[in-house]
């Protein structure tokens, strides 16, 4: 047997021939009965009734964010008379959405509370990310800390472990230590 197959490229190139063209002269151009119809209809249709025209699209700005989308000018219009004559983009909407959840239905201190978000953000976050970023979490410890102090988890306290937490079992000094003395005894 041939490497690669070798042998079976070339008995099939000496065994094929090319099929015959076939002449031109005696092909005609069909058309069917559906499309003649549509056609006639269509220009039938241009005489005696005209479209309303399709509305321009227009870039919007979000006023939270700054994203700009395109939309045509009655959504513009719906979304401003949705929120108090401002233009907001979906990801806005949705936050303010859970927004509203959690202040009880209030959409007007929603939308602002998110703005501000938004106008923080966009002051600091895109200026200082790393900045941002630590603010975040002080934010995080701030709402896990709530009304609970600092204490000590120390297992000598005598109260024991309250709440939960991570515990030192044991100090890797003395372990470390002893290593040492160890180490100093054998020579």
């Keep these: 047997m041939a490497p ?3 042998a079976i490229a070339s008995s099939f190139s000496r065994s094929a021939t090319k099929p015959p063209r076939l002449s031109t002269n005696n092909l005609q151009r069909t058309f069917s009965d559906i499309s003649f119809t549509l056609s006639k ?7 005696s ?8 699209v227009e870039n919007a700005k979000c006023e939270c964010c700054g994203m700009t989308e395109e939309c045509t000018p009655e959504y ?6 949705k929120f108090f004559g401002k233009w907001i983009c979906g990801l806005c909407t949705e936050a303010v959405k859970e927004e509203v959840g959690k202040n009880g ?10 703005m501000s978000a938004c106008v923080r953000f966009n002051k600091l976050g895109r ?4 900045l941002c970023q630590a603010e975040a979490m002080r934010e995080i410890l701030k709402k896990s800390a709530r009304g609970v ?4 988890v120390s297992p000598r306290d005598k109260g024991g472990l309250k709440n939960g937490g ?21 020579k």
């Design 166 to 186: 991570i515990v030192r079992s044991s100090s890797c000094i003395s372990a470390i230590t002893r290593e040492m003395n160890d180490l100093t005894t054998a």
């Design 49 to 56: 009734l005209k479209l309303p025209p399709i509305s321009e």
């Design 41 to 47: 209809e269509t220009m039938d249709l241009d005489t």
């Design 149 to 152: 102090r600092a204490k000590s």
């Design 4 to 6: 690669h197959g070798e």
């Design 76 to 81: 513009i219009n719906r979304v401003r008379d």
């Design 105 to 114: 239905g209030k959409r007007e201190e929603a939308l602002s509370t998110h």
């Design 127 to 130: 200026a200082y990310p790393v």
